[in-house]
């Protein structure tokens, strides 16, 4: 679709390789964590577009009480981990909400007239440093197809 990879010099379709995960951090009440979402060629896997993600949470309730409960306490250190690597999925959205006609059917949207959208997402383990687990939470962010930064 109009991308020319300049590793193999042809127009391409894209592909999108597995994410790259930092390790989630834990900031007072906020899990955050980066991941990059990259875009390739079909062809070569040369890179073409990159979405450098930044996903935000805040604790659970499990962790937020035992936080609460062991107030300046070195040896509770609240810890994130990833669960599994984060997925990427795309999708359509219409840009407006369909709305039903006269006879109270909605239509689906042709696709020219929705956004392409990319997403990235997963699920967090938390742990406490004493041992203790504390459950978990899902991350995700997501961004317009066009919103790639160009990397040729
Ligand atoms: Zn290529
Ligand atoms: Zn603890």
Redesign the pocket.
Known sequence: MGNR?P??N?F?SLDVAEPEAEQPEVNGDDVSVDVRVVQI?A??N?EIKEWNATLEEVLNDEATIHKEENPDDDKHVIEAEWQQDPEVEDFYRPREEPKPNKKGVIKPVPLRFQTHYYKVSGAIDLSCSCGKSLGSIQVESEIESSSFDDLT
């Open positions: 990879c590793d193999c042809k391409v060629c062809e070569c040369g």
